[in-house]
């Protein structure tokens, strides 16, 4: 029901000012990966107006094509380095400990906007999980590695139902070292019905990714708990 609503703005808006000014806004997203991230946030990108093209291993899988689907406007699906060729922004939807190297494997992403949900975890021996990164982390590391681009961590601190479903203004905390892409970013998160926050340059990036391990390992004793920020 939420999302027919979104849905429905996007088209109001359309013809209240015209369907000129609404291309003109929208961004051609490129979502790589097709899991519960991936997809939670091409339908709710989508549902703003935005070209979602889907980066998937296997385009042609039936979940994948169902993806597609139910995605509303131009949706489409291919292999994850053609997806980002004509893409402004690039969303990095993947497992943590492979981030690295699907980024080198997109191709040239200059210029791009790349958006970082990813955490580098790993469960130790007994169990409980470590930030396999202290003194850095996926951010910093896809910064350095992909220098002409615009690197921001952002969705990487809540559980992918909570972006469909936030039961309330939900923070989401943003680190990058360019303004303006931290901006366009916050217009994506104000779009979905939650809350930008600014915290700083990509340095950051390792403190946001190191909290994901207290909700793991409070899962793992026993005692779990919702996962997001709330001002």
């Not at 109001?12 to 997809?39: E, H, K, Q, R």
């Not at 549902?47 to 899988?61: D, K, V």
């Not at 930030?131 to 615009?150: C, F, K, R, W, Y």
């Not at 990714?209 to 899962?219: D, H, K, P, S, V």
């Amino acid at each position: 029901m939420k999302r027919f609503f979104k849905t429905l703005s996007v088209l109001l808006l359309s013809f209240s000012f015209g369907l000129s000014i609404n291309i003109a806004m929208a961004d051609t997203i490129s979502i790589i990966g097709t899991g519960n991230v991936g997809a939670a946030l091409g339908v709710e990108f989508a549902a703003q107006g935005h070209e979602i093209i889907y980066g998937s291993r296997e385009p042609g899988r039936d979940d994948v094509q169902e993806l597609v689907a139910r995605t509303v406007g131009a949706a489409s699906v291919m292999l994850p380095a053609q997806s980002v060729e004509g893409a402004d922004i690039v969303v990095l939807a993947v497992p943590g400990a492979i981030a690295m190297d699907v980024v080198r494997g997109l191709g040239d992403l200059s210029g791009k906007i790349l958006i970082d949900p990813t955490n580098r975890v790993a469960p130790g021996e007994d169990g409980y999980f470590n930030h396999t990164a202290e003194e850095s982390s996926n951010g910093e590391m896809i910064q350095a590695l992909v220098p002409d681009t615009q690197v921001v961590k952002a969705f990487n601190v809540l559980p992918a139902a909570t972006m469909i479903e936030p039961g309330g203004p939900v923070t989401i905390p943003l680190v990058g070292n360019d303004e303006g892409a931290k901006a366009k970013v916050a217009e994506l998160v104000t779009g979905m019905g939650l809350e930008p926050l600014d915290v700083g340059p990509i340095r950051a990036a390792h403190v946001l990714e190191g909290m994901l391990t207290i909700w793991l390992n409070a899962r793992q004793a026993g005692t779990p708990y919702e996962y997001h920020f709330r001002r």
